[in-house]
DNA sequence: TTGAAAGCGATACCAG
DNA sequence: CTGGTATCGCTTTCAA
């Protein structure tokens, strides 16, 4: 591969000079700036990339950890990144973390080792206090989940809230007996969540069953097992907030599997509002994210601070979760 | 950041002995290795990567393009992608290029700036010729799709059975008009599903009918599309074989929602056996794609060309699509 | 077994 | 407006 020395050197002109051409300097005269693009033209020269880098200390990349590239949550999440990081000729290292602290951890040394700039987060496995030494190398900002304690800039949602309006609409469905269930019980985002579901459960002066909660629950497979465990309760509930669409879905599909009606005899709500929600038979009702909207929204954040142009990041109208009403309840 | 040079200072030692004890070289003494990694420790040393690849022509780092992110066939791909990689050491910068030929050339340049070692395609939006040159500058790997003019190494299936196992199956169920849907007509996996497609037809002396054949569906939405249009034909078909399991499960819906009957007026045969295909009512009939796998041995295949040890990547039984019964058909 | 020094390929400062 | 040269941080001969 041709260097910037055979470019100069073809072109009867300095390193300095054809460099200066590339990153479109002033004061260089029109007549070498064509020679220089000529020879760089013949040469079929493109610019060592680590070359670069090492000189300038900016990769012009940025890692985003994912904790599962399949679930469909943060493919989307995932797109709205890459959608912005393309646009502004960012690049996206991927590092799937499977929900593993150590992984995880590996991934951030991306950041010391100089290979990315920045490290967006979608989920964080390891305690901040293990990792906030990694934030004197490079901006981290998260989406999705939050941590208060750790100051970093994220991008989220008011998950309180999207638990309050999912059990508050399953009660006004005339629901009484309303079970809870989420996945990975450490994750902030479904505490916040189980919070929510017991402000609109004691607003109407309900009591949360703690047989009624399931914490475990995370993919199709699981919400078939949940709807399982729930009918061998003594009282099984008769109405079931879920987490994510997948078990929601698993839920709906056994329910009818046991000749149990959706919604009659077990309302369900979904969250997100995947594709997979209008598929399902009944359609589910569930909670919308943008998910989309967050990961660009977390890009741009990302941006803002690699550029470290004070650029006020103009003030976005704020992400709210959504009820979308279909045929689960 | 320390450096080096900070590490060799503070062990009192040269830069030279100091990047062999980083790399395990042999010859060390016992005694200035760890006088080596205790500097590194208390100084919180991380070599510089772009340093390291500046040197040594190295990136550990392969590009993966993809055309949609969302697409779950892709997110399986990616995921079995990742996980040898990660396994490996090998990062990933993730491309998408929304099937746009531009945006795909543009990433091809990655591997002139040297920023990866090689390329996974898993399609092409360009054509080959048009892109050949980039090979020169490290392996492409194909996977998915596949082109055999261009002798690129890939890990693909055969797309003709697939199409072929589909259409007979819906013949056998009785099927005398059966319609073909795909997505983008260029696709070379789209053109082998349907030589299979009419090679059932043929077989049982059936005609192919163009007015059957629908070359522009991708989602969902497309599938809800293609069913009304079917119904407008003055003869309609009574089965359709479709290129991916959300169309299938478009097409599922649109059908109960005009109140016809699955598959007993209309049968509807899936492609790739996603989640999705578990969750619409009826289940779907499909073709499963074995799509981690495939990712898996992609990545193999790459690691085979950069590590160019001759290991002759011990032969794995083949691919094979499978015809997953369920009951849309 | 260890160190000195050249060099990977680009950038930017300083002269002219 | 242009060129010489030091420099980014690491690896790898070559000598000792």
Known sequence: MATIKDVANLAGLSRSTVSRVMNKYPYVSEEKKRLVEEAMKSLNYYPNSSAQTLRSQ???????????????????????????????????????????AAIEKEFFNL??????DGIILTSLENDWASVREFAEHGPIVMCNEYDASSGMPNVCLDQVYGGYIGTRHLIEKGHRKIAFCQGRFKSLVSKARESGYKLALEEFGLAAKEEYAFRIAADYQDGKEVLKQMRALSDPPTAIFTGSDQVAAGLVYEARNLGLKVPEEIAVIGFDDQ?????????????RQPAREIGRRAMLLMLSKILSEENQLEDLEPLMLELIERSST
């Open 58 to 100: 900016k990769t012009d990349t940025i890692a985003v950890f994912i904790p599962m590239l399949t679930n469909p949550f943060f493919s989307h999440l995932l797109e709205g990144i890459d959608t912005v990081a393309t646009e502004k000729g960012i690049r996206l290292l991927v590092c799937q973390t499977k929900y593993e």
């Open 275 to 287: 594709p997979i929600a209008e598929v399902t038979y009944p359609q589910l009702t569930t909670i």
């Open 111 to 116: 950041l010391k080792s100089k290979q990315v």
